[in-house]
């Protein structure tokens, strides 16, 4: 089966922790995205990958990096910088272009830093 | 303002009711995706509209481009359909990548 999977489903961390999330897709996509989704918002683009070693920042990227070593791989990593970091974290990759373009979601990883 | 106005935001009905989303748009170029988000989180998608209307079950999503509108349309409301749902256009980032923008959402409720 393919797709894009997110582990841990619920992770916990301390205040002043990096915390890495992961994302693996089996998909082929070379595109690959972090979302960040609070109460009452959209999602918010943190960083987006269209090709392995190659990643950019989205709107809310400070206090995240991000590495895209292998296709298949996307981590998030929540610095201490990030103020606010108790939020759901979603990936997703993406395929084709134009009014074929079309994204998929993984499950999400909702982190509480307290 | 958001670029991406969804209304309700919230929703509340009884099952079998017709259930209408609306969503209007600033930006974006000529594709709009519908997105379901259950309880759990995951997002699946429902449509991708550059024109006109497509049916899947009972769920219709039609679009407008010159007004920059679509809306989603649910037939015959079942508690199971209970979700948030997303309305996202296709945007290009700097460098000419394909991507989305999203509405934040209208959470649907239908009661039995």
């Known amino acids: 089966d393919g797709g894009i999977t997110q582990s841990p489903k619920y992770l916990f961390r301390k205040e002043g922790q990096n915390v890495t999330l992961s994302c693996e897709q089996n998909?082929?996509?070379?595109?690959m995205y972090w979302y960040r989704q609070d109460p009452g918002q959209g999602l918010r683009l943190i960083y987006y990958s269209q090709i392995v070693n190659d990643f950019q920042k989205g709107d809310i990227a400070e206090g995240y990096s991000v590495s895209r070593e292998k296709k298949e791989s996307f981590p998030l990593t929540v610095t201490s910088a990030q103020k606010n970091p108790t939020a759901f974290y979603l990936c997703?990759?993406?395929?084709?272009?134009?009014?074929?373009?079309?994204?998929?979601f993984g499950p999400g990883t909702r982190l509480t830093v307290t | 303002k958001n670029e991406v106005e969804q209304s309700p935001q919230n929703l509340t009905a009884q099952e079998g009711e017709f259930i209408t989303i609306n969503c209007s748009y600033s930006v974006g170029i000529s594709a709009l995706h519908w997105l379901q988000q259950h309880p759990g989180g995951g997002i699946v998608s429902l449509f991708m509209?550059?024109?006109g209307k497509k049916k899947h079950g009972r769920l219709i999503a039609t679009i407008n481009i010159q007004e920059k509108h679509s809306s989603l349309h649910i037939t015959a409301s079942h508690p199971r359909d209970s979700a948030v749902y997303i309305c996202a256009v296709r945007v290009l980032f700097g460098g000419g990548a394909d991507g989305l923008t999203f509405g934040k959402g209208t959470h649907l409720i239908i009661q039995p």
């Open positions: 997703a990759s993406s395929v084709g272009q134009g009014a074929v373009y079309e994204q998929y």
């Open positions: 509209l550059s024109s």
């Open positions: 998909l082929n996509h070379d595109a």
